[in-house]
């Protein structure tokens, strides 16, 4: 049984004859009369009553049929799905961020992108770059904004620099140097409170490689696993740190942020993903991401 034996009985049903069922589906009465009884055949019964004038189902044939249209009415909805999956237009898109790295421009993206897609499920989840490459790499999430790839993720996952961060300096709200640009020797002797290395590896090694250039090392007195603690000892006193500037958004009323001078050091966002799970829907989220560049990088950095 397939297909096309459903399609013609209901046809034969709905127009009364095979003559008009054919004309309706453009395939020959014979082809349909033939068709209909190798599916009788098969059910072991008749289905239609083809004594009088006009053809009528039989009570069996009315059964049959009722279950027919429900069959034929699935099989269009799965082919429709399916199509529609291919061209990216349903499903469902798990995206990975943390809130003040994505910034502003992540609540456009989201935005624009369902008002492109309204049947697509999203789904946001927050977490650090570390926690976000691990997701991409098992599945859980399809699309990461997160700092960039480095060892190991960057064999095996991809990403592409959406803009680079100005990092400043993040002061006590009372201290001498508070809303003033700040050269990093003007830092030579004041306490570091930096983001543990684990956590942001470059960054770090920046920081450092700048306090050394300008000839002297940074005393790092504290360090925390999340960029609000490092907020917090900034703002009970404990030192002074260098930060991405997107942490405005997690900042305390006790602390003041400062531009760095000169500006020489960034801290890049990029959009990630796992090439063994592209799919459409994801390329599409990455086609709307890329036709935003230009706007994500003149909102927020280089």
């Not at 068709?35 to 289905?47: H, K």
């Not at 997701?135 to 803009?163: C, M, S, W």
């Not at 991405?244 to 966002?269: A, D, F, H, K, T």
Request: glycine share 8%; with cysteine; proline share 6%.
């Amino acid at each position: 049984m397939e297909l096309r034996h459903l399609r013609y009985l209901c046809a034969v049903a709905e127009h009364g004859t095979f003559s008009e069922a054919g004309r309706r589906l453009h395939v020959s009465q014979s082809a349909i009369s033939e068709q209909i009884a190798d599916l009788e055949r098969e059910v072991g019964g008749q289905l239609l009553n083809r004594s009088s004038g006009r053809t009528r189902l039989t009570p069996q044939g009315q059964i049959f049929l009722a279950e027919a249209r429900k069959t034929l009415a699935a099989a269009d909805r799965a082919l429709e799905i399916t199509q529609s999956s291919l061209l990216g237009q349903v499903g469902s898109l798990n995206i990975g961020f943390f809130l003040w790295g994505a910034g502003g421009f992540f609540a456009r993206i989201i935005r624009d992108y369902r008002k492109l897609h309204p049947d697509i499920k999203l789904s946001l989840y927050e977490m650090r770059t570390p926690e976000q490459m691990e997701a991409l790499l098992t599945g859980k999430i399809d699309i990461a904004f997160a700092r960039p790839l480095e060892p190991p993720f960057d064999q095996t996952l991809r990403a592409e620099l959406l803009y680079r961060d100005p990092v400043v300096v993040v002061l006590p709200r009372k201290h001498p140097l508070a809303g003033k640009p700040i050269s990093i020797d003007s830092l030579a002797t004041e306490r570091f409170v930096l983001c543990d290395r684990q956590m942001t590896p470059a960054l770090f090694d920046a920081i450092v490689a700048l306090c050394s250039a300008a000839g002297f090392s940074p005393n790092i007195v504290n360090t925390s696993s999340t960029w609000s603690g490092v907020l917090t000892l900034v703002e009970s006193g404990e030192g002074v740190a260098l930060v991405p500037s997107g942490v405005r958004y997690l900042r305390p009323p006790g602390v003041v942020i400062s531009p760095l001078v000169p500006q020489n050091l960034y801290m890049g966002l990029s959009v990630a993903w796992n090439p063994q799970n592209e799919d459409p829907i994801q390329q599409n989220f990455l086609r709307l991401v890329r036709e935003n560049k230009d706007r994500i990088q003149r909102t927020h950095g280089l």
